[in-house]
């Protein structure tokens, strides 16, 4: 599975960015996807997840109420709604995919994109 992220940029505190992951390849498989973050000098955190059928979200205390995870199996797209941002979202935001395609098993990542909240 190959992960594409895109939808980042420049913002000013309290407004809202989305941020979108495509993925390609054998799909199916994916077990489970999610957003995580990496913030100058600091560890990448997840930032929120999702099961592959959609069905379970779960959140970092940071972007509960702020943050919303969601996934177009159809367009094979996961996004990040990012609403009401801080300086502190800062980061450059990952996608990650886990799953497996027959008896091989992956936990993929792209490239990144660089979220900047001025303030």
């Known amino acids: 599975v190959q992960l594409v992220e895109s939808g980042g940029g420049l913002v000013q505190a309290g407004d809202s960015l989305t941020l979108s992951c495509a993925a390609s390849g054998r799909t199916y498989g994916i077990k489970r996807m999610g957003w995580y973050r990496r913030a100058p000098g600091k560890d990448r955190e997840l930032v929120a997840g999702i099961t592959g059928d959609g069905g379970v979200t779960n959140y970092a205390r940071s972007a509960r109420g702020r943050f919303t995870i969601s996934r177009d199996s159809a367009k094979n797209t996961m996004y990040l709604q990012m609403n009401s941002l801080k300086p502190e979202d800062t980061a450059v935001y990952y996608c990650?995919?886990?799953?497996?395609?027959?008896?091989?098993?992956?936990?993929?990542w792209g490239q990144g994109t660089q979220v900047t909240v001025s303030s």
């Open positions: 990650n995919a886990a799953g497996c395609s027959g008896s091989v098993c992956y936990d993929n």
